[in-house]
């Protein structure tokens, strides 16, 4: 499994954006990147995931450097509800969690 | 979108007695399932996997015959958590990928069960 490096929190004020940053120098060829969060008390929620093109949904989008070695998750304008545990994970298969990022979200 | 709901939400039981936690996908098949534990403050770490139709696959570390796991059908795998002791005490997360999707998919996760043994 792919190793990776993400801040232990970041913090953001409510409607401004969130770039969450992550290093995954040693991915493999056919690992996508995965973004998943988790709020307080639940279940992990998945956000996004790409392989090599940058990525949009109604939730975030993912930027991934040309070389694939780190990817950024923006947020594009922070509401008090996003604030969880962002997890970037490598994986062509199994997911298997890091200790991530805790975003906190100040009003 | 999809969804995975595990029952029970939270259960207390005694020390020694079995547990069972159930995960159903409610709106599609999954041929397999994940099941994680996370304690207090620190992030989930995945069991096994859970394969419709054959045995488990346990990550390393992890006790088969302690944590049994049964995949009897495309909608339900359960976890069983065997003579329960206080260490086991936790939150059991399932979580499931559509059949029809790739294995590089999304996966969906269940609320977890959060396990309390005295």
């Known amino acids: 499994d792919a190793k990776t490096t993400q801040p232990n929190s970041m913090e953001s004020n409510e409607e401004e954006p969130v770039h969450l940053p992550c290093n995954h120098s040693?991915?493999?060829?056919?690992?996508?990147i995965h973004w998943y969060r988790q709020l307080p008390s639940q279940g992990p929620e998945y956000v996004i995931h790409?392989?090599?093109s940058n990525v949009n949904n109604r939730m975030a989008s993912l930027a991934i450097a040309e070389d694939r070695k780190s990817s950024t998750l923006i947020l594009h304008r922070a509401t008090l509800r996003d604030a969880a545990v962002y997890y970037c994970i490598p994986s062509d298969d199994k997911i298997i969690f890091g200790k991530g990022t805790r975003l906190h979200i100040l009003p | 979108g999809a969804v995975v709901s595990q029952h029970p939400s939270w259960v207390i039981c005694k020390s020694g007695t079995s547990v069972k936690i159930e995960c159903r996908s409610l709106d599609f098949q999954a041929t397999t399932m994940f099941w994680y534990r996370q304690f207090p403050k620190q992030s989930l770490m995945l069991m096994a996997t859970s394969n419709e139709g054959s045995k488990a696959t346990y990550e390393q570390g992890v006790e088969k015959d302690k944590f049994l796991i049964n995949h009897a059908s495309l909608t339900l795998s359960t976890l069983t958590v065997t003579s329960a002791h206080p260490e086991d005490s936790s939150f059991y997360i399932c979580s499931a990928r559509d059949w029809g999707t790739v294995n590089t998919g999304e996966l969906f996760f269940g609320e977890g069960s959060r396990l309390t043994v005295l």
């Open positions: 790409g392989l090599t």
């Open positions: 040693t991915i493999s060829g056919t690992d996508y």
